[in-house]
């Protein structure tokens, strides 16, 4: 199971920390990210990080936002800073393990106001 946390409201230009732990221990875990969806718009990928520290992002927030992951802790973070408007939506983690098995968080709402 995940558990996902950090979201919130703030203001345009402000930042938010949002992390995800799994229950599952690091070892098996191969790639872990960050998906979000606006109300009327389809999930989609923010940004993960593989096993090996590889990273992936969406171009519209290449520059703002900062996903890492704490393998002590089976955490994934994503750090958000200059947040737009445009980035209201329900954030989710999702965990992809070495098994096959993929699991999804419950999201975390972040609203951003203008």
């Known amino acids: 199971q995940l558990q996902a946390s950090g979201g919130g409201l703030v203001q345009a230009g402000g930042s938010l920390r949002l992390s995800c732990a799994a229950s599952r221990r690091i070892f098996s875990i191969n790639r872990m990210g960050w998906y979000r969806q606006a109300p009327g718009n389809e999930r989609e990928l923010v940004a993960d990080?593989?096993?090996?520290?590889?990273?992936t992002y969406a171009d519209s927030v290449k520059g703002r936002f900062t996903i890492s992951r704490d393998n002590a802790k089976n955490t994934v973070y994503l750090q958000t800073n200059n947040l737009k408007p445009e980035d209201t939506a329900v954030y989710y983690c999702?965990?992809?393990?070495?098994?096959?098995?993929?699991?999804w968080g419950r999201g975390t709402l972040v609203t951003v106001s203008s």
């Open positions: 990080i593989t096993s090996g520290s590889n990273t």
């Open positions: 999702k965990v992809d393990y070495w098994d096959g098995f993929k699991s």
